[in-house]
């Protein structure tokens, strides 16, 4: 890889590193010391010259890598016609046929219906309200190591790290965790061989959770992450200053 300077982040990097820590409001830490310039497929350069691979895709919502000329032609073409429409007043054809796409590929048999939403932590906040709308029931059990949001009632249900509860009193009441199906790391404490040939964390719920502390019939919903992305980070990576 070709670069300006042997120093990462070079000079205009910690430039706009230092403005940035003056101004930005300190929820945004800890994070890597790259400011992009610009990317083009999974390649990614900074603002020194430094040319990366990308592999984190805007934490995994860039599937088409950066800048690809189909992405840049659509939303070329709507910012041509206006900008923003509130789909909560008005209606919007490509907001339909959005929809519509998305409902011909959910996986279940009945018809969906769509809802739009701004971030992960909104979806979440979603969800959780549609359960307990829908069912009558108040629990909601979430898994240990998960990070499903920021706000208050997706940070309920976070569970990643302590910094990130720490400090805003009271959670959303009604969340109980459980340990997650990890045989790599068993937070029981069994080998990994153990794990794989029998993972007791359903068990745990099934033993522990629901003959000791919340009654079965009570729980709305059971959310996880397939992969718990907020652990991934590890020590020993030279762009990682901050792991917990």
């Not at 041509?80 to 409902?103: C, M, N, P």
């Not at 979430?142 to 499903?148: L, M, P, R």
Request: include cysteine.
């Amino acid at each position: 890889m070709v670069s300006e300077t042997s120093v990462r982040p070079g000079p205009r990097g910690q430039a706009i590193i230092a403005r940035d820590e003056a101004i930005m409001s300190s929820s945004m830490q800890p994070r890597y010391p790259f400011v992009m310039e610009r990317g083009l497929g999974a390649r990614v350069w900074d603002v020194d010259g430094n040319e990366y691979i990308d592999f984190a895709a805007g934490i995994a919502v860039t599937a088409t890598g950066h800048s690809h000329p189909k992405v840049v032609a659509a939303i070329t073409e709507q910012a041509s016609k206006f900008l923003h429409i509130a789909g909560t007043d008005y209606y919007y054809d490509i907001q339909v046929r959005l929809a519509e796409k998305l409902a011909a590929i959910a996986p279940f048999n009945d018809e969906a219906r769509v809802f739009l939403c701004n971030s992960g932590a909104e979806s979440v906040e979603g969800a959780v309200k549609l359960a307990r709308w829908y069912t009558g029931r108040q629990n909601v059990i979430a898994f240990y190591g998960a990070f499903h949001g920021r706000t208050m009632g997706a940070l309920s249900l976070t569970a990643s790290k302590v910094v990130q509860r720490q400090g805003f009193g009271a959670m959303v009441p009604g969340v109980h965790h459980v340990p997650f199906n990890n045989p790599y790391r068993c937070m029981h404490g069994r080998e990994e061989s153990a794990c794989r040939a029998h993972c007791i964390c359903a068990d745990f719920i099934e033993d522990v959770l629901f003959k000791r502390t919340v009654a079965p019939d009570s729980v709305a919903a059971i959310i996880l992450e397939p992969i718990q992305g907020g652990r991934l980070r590890r020590a020993g990576c030279p762009l990682c200053p901050a792991i917990a």
